[in-house]
């Protein structure tokens, strides 16, 4: 620090203390003056009012003069003479401090030894100043002396004061003791804390049921523990206990807090067993909700596959029928009615097998491997536009990354999308239909590959969300489009084991946009 800055400091510092020697001196509004000889009154009148312009001067002369001031008790500092007719600054000062131990008191005399000052001190005296005019010009510095001294010992006992209230309201114990355990102090709170009713039973606790080492606990550090007792009714306690090792008159000593967690530890205990609970309850629940969906899957995939061989009937027999009456009959209407058997027999089978598909897309084995999505999506595509010949169709088909992730399900899932792009868009003139991947994060945060298949089809209304990825549901705008709607709750089922998103955008009559997520691999396997 350079010496500018030091004198800057220095200046402050003595600005701040000159300023709290007058706000407390501000404080003295009256003193009581004894002394039997008038002239020594006035002398000493004079030295104060020199310093405290402001501040009353109260005289007595004899013990009934004093008795007096002490039953209105409107002083706040006293000045006394050592010889009195009546007694002695001794009698004075013990009386005085009878009256209020914490009243500050000042002597001066002319006859006083050093012996009488020494008593006196010990007796409780704040100053002494002798009578002699080379001394009274000190009489109103050791007013301003006493005083400040006397408001900072007032201060440091109510705040002394107000920690003590907060700890015991806060139920917290202090206590010092040295490293063997010894106890030396002890707060009220401690003791009511413990269920003790002295401080000599609390040394015998603290040597029970504490422990202290210095090893244990370097100067200046603190420590954090917990401990389980029983107080001296038998309740037991958990208290946690702050300890932090000092120096004490060149001893090391142990200063420390302790407050009772019996509650918090009670609460944690219970709620451990909820969560073990609650854990156990879900891992049942999840247990049956597994073996539920597994033997739903078994049902569906034994219904579909029994359900197969009537409907492959059905169709037989309306052909052999067809077949049977073209010679003998003309009439429309049973072309017609058999004409919709057939196509509701087809419309069967190809529910079936969509179910059937969606059974075993749950069912199957994961079979990891580095998947290449550019050359999946051309497979399909040429696959689809076999089925689309004479379509106007535009692609648009960007750089699309490899995942991790099973082929044969993710093929099926560009082939569920790519259709529905393609049938969605055979009312336009021109379909175009775009497909593009890049690398992102998903709304969690986690790092992924985003693909996406836009095209300008039907779209879909925002309000109809929720039934998209159903089994069986098909929108109001779908109706004139074949399907079945199973075909989005599979590509669902499909996404959600690569552990990926689906969700899509769509507006009516404008197009939809879909898109899933596959999580990004770090090692992955070879294709």
Known sequence: MSDDNRMEKTRHSTAFSTDLAMDLARLLQ?????DDDPNDRLLAIREVSREFPDVEILEALDWHQIRQSFEVDDFDLVITDYELNWATGIEVLRAVKEHDDKRPIIMFTDSGSQEIAVEAMK???????????????????????VWENAQTRLRASELEFRLQFLLNELA?????????????????????LLGLHSFAEAQQFFQESFAFGSAQLPAQKQRHREIQLNRAD???????????????????VIDGLV???????????????????????????????????????????????????????????VAFLSEAIEPLSADETVRHYLQRITDLAEQAGKMIDDLLEYSLSGRADMQYTTVSMAKLVQEVKQQVEADASGRNI???????????????????????LIENAVKYTQTREKAEI??????????????????????????????????????????????EFTGTGIGLANVQRVIHRHAGQLWAEGTPDVGATFYFSIPRAIDTPSD
């Open 434 to 479: 775009t497909i593009s991947g890049q690398a992102g994060k998903t709304v969690q945060g986690e790092p992924s590959h985003i693909f996406s298949i836009k095209d300008n089809g039907v779209g879909f209304d925002p309000k109809d969300y929720s039934r998209l990825f159903g089994v069986f549901q098909r929108l109001s705008n779908s109706t």
């Open 30 to 34: 009256k003193i009581l003056l004894i």
């Open 394 to 416: 535009h692609w648009k088909i960007e750089s699309l990354p490899s995942v991790s992730g099973d082929r044969d399900l993710l093929r099926r899932v560009w082939q569920n």
């Open 172 to 192: 917290v114990g202090v206590f010092r003791a040295t490293l063997t355990g010894e106890l030396i102090e002890a707060s009220d709170g401690l003791l009511e």
């Open 259 to 317: 407050h009772d967690v019996t509650t918090q530890k009670e609460t944690a205990a219970a709620l451990a067993v909820l969560n073990q609970t609650l854990e156990q309850q879900v891992n049942e629940r999840t247990t049956r909700l597994e073996q539920l969906n597994h033997e739903l899957e078994i049902f569906a995939f034994a219904v579909s596959h029994d359900l197969r061989a009537p409907i492959r009937q059905i169709s037989g027999f």
């Open 123 to 145: 007796a409780g005296l704040d100053d002494y100043v002798l009578k002699a005019p080379k001394h009274m010009v000190r009489l109103a510095q050791a007013v301003r002396s």
């Open 234 to 252: 038998g309740e037991s306690l958990w208290l946690r206990v702050s300890e932090m090792q000092i120096k004490l008159n060149g001893k090391p």
